[in-house]
């Protein structure tokens, strides 16, 4: 069983950064590509980043390309969102999820309880 345990939400001015973190355990890490997706009130989940099980390779969405970096450490089990230059838009909560083949469109297997993330103008 694979567990994902998110961090470091919070309030933020616009403009301001923020890092999201997600442990995982019960499984190897090197076996999971890794996705960051959010969901605001009244809407979709939606894609945000993925990266391969290497960490070689990622994806993002438009909207946050250019401004969110994720990355992966395998010697922690880690995944992180380096989110910068944050915007109101972005007020959401942010989710990390597990998948065999990464991508915007995969099925990912394994999810986190999510992290809150909000932005004031």
């Known amino acids: 069983h694979v567990q994902l345990v998110e961090s470091g939400g919070g309030l933020v001015q616009g403009g301001g950064s923020l890092r999201l973190s997600c442990v995982v355990s019960?499984?190897?890490?090197?076996?999971?590509?890794m996705g960051w997706f959010r969901q605001a009130p009244g809407k979709e989940r939606e894609f945000v980043a993925t990266i391969s099980r290497s960490g070689f390779s990622t994806y993002y969405a438009d909207s946050v390309k250019g401004r969110f970096t994720i990355s992966r450490d395998h010697a922690k089990n880690t995944v992180y969102l380096q989110m910068n230059s944050l915007k109101p838009e972005d007020t959401a909560v942010y989710y990390c999820?597990?998948?065999?083949?990464?991508?915007?469109?995969?099925?990912?297997?394994?999810w986190g309880q999510g992290t809150q993330v909000t932005v004031s103008s």
């Open positions: 999820a597990a998948a065999v083949v990464g991508g915007p469109d995969s099925v990912y297997d394994y």
């Open positions: 019960g499984r190897t890490f090197s076996s999971y590509a």
